[in-house]
């Protein structure tokens, strides 16, 4: 079955950097596009970054020079890279894809990594 583990997250003060790291497992991974998104207590989950087949990367205002998204399609794994982190930043972080199955796509995430930005 699909399977997404994110890992890396943490304790970072304000400024400093992260990376996390998504594991997909039980779907062809090369062949989907793959996201980020956030949530912060008390707001809704929100779209971080996205990378598509072809490695096209699209990211939310807010995160646009700070962050990055990557994919190694031989260890079927997205990275996101956090730079210049900032207490607004501090939210649980999701991997999400959506796979083809049985002729409709199915929205599949992980069980998140808490990103805690503070000093």
């Known amino acids: 079955q699909v399977q997404l583990v994110e890992s890396g997250g943490g304790l970072v003060q304000p400024g400093g950097s992260l990376r996390l790291s998504c594991a997909a497992s039980g779907f062809r991974f090369s062949t989907y596009a793959m996201k980020w998104y956030r949530q912060a207590p008390g707001k809704e989950r929100e779209l971080v970054a996205s990378?598509?087949?072809?490695?096209?990367?699209n990211y939310a205002d807010s995160m646009k020079g700070r962050f990055t998204i990557s994919r190694d399609n031989v260890k079927n794994t997205v990275y996101l890279q956090m730079n210049s982190l900032e207490p607004e930043d501090t939210a649980v972080y999701y991997c999400n894809t959506e796979v083809w199955q049985h002729g409709s796509k199915v929205p599949y995430w992980g069980q998140g990594t808490q990103v805690t930005v503070s000093s």
């Open positions: 990378i598509s087949v072809a490695s096209v990367t």
